[in-house]
């Protein structure tokens, strides 16, 4: 089931970022977050108090979270888009997480779909979201959904650290004609 998170799920959305950015540093970083900077837990709770956090609970385990809004950040606007909409038309998928261990089971499809739905409930007639460009398990998940790439960026995350990210987009009323 996906809802809205709620207090009680934050140290589960916590120790996901934790275990993935220990994963990742282990082994190979996929999504370029960097420990202690980003997502951090005042990023769940940022996003929780805005009511934009949700989570996959299945069994009573949070398996995976995401915020949605619609926030694009200053570099969206210099993208060349295919499918224009006005801000309130743009649904925005930030930071769609599992700990390592809950990958390959779907769960990443699940979150899209989810996505699509509010998206659709909320009048909106685009997603987008960015990923980094070395993200391959992200662009698979996208691109199987439908998603396009719409250009490539180099940003700076709070003067912290850069990214060089690819911005996507999935055009929801061309899959309603497609259906």
């Not at 299945?58 to 694009?72: D, R, W």
């Not at 980094?132 to 992200?138: E, F, K, R, S, T």
């Amino acid at each position: 089931m996906i809802r809205l998170a709620t207090p009680q799920d934050i140290d589960a959305v916590e120790d996901s970022y934790l275990r993935l950015l220990a994963h990742e540093a282990a082994t190979h970083s996929y999504t370029n977050w960097k420990p202690g900077i980003y997502p951090v837990r005042q990023d769940a709770l940022s996003a929780l108090a805005a009511g934009t956090l949700y989570v996959l609970e299945e069994e009573g385990q949070i398996c995976a979270s995401m915020i949605l809004n619609q926030h694009q950040a200053e570099a969206y606007a210099e993208m060349p888009w295919q499918y224009p909409a006005e801000p309130e038309q743009v649904l925005v998928i930030h930071t769609l997480t599992m700990a390592p261990e809950m990958s390959g089971k779907g769960y990443g499809s699940q979150m899209v779909r989810f996505a699509k739905e509010e998206a659709r409930r909320r009048g909106c007639i685009v997603i987008r979201l960015d990923t980094y460009v070395g993200n391959l398990p992200a662009q698979r998940l996208y691109a199987k959904h439908g998603f396009r790439i719409a250009g490539r960026k180099l940003v700076s995350h709070h003067g912290l650290f850069d990214s060089e990210l690819f911005y996507l987009e999935c055009d929801l009323n061309a899959e309603e004609e497609r259906g």
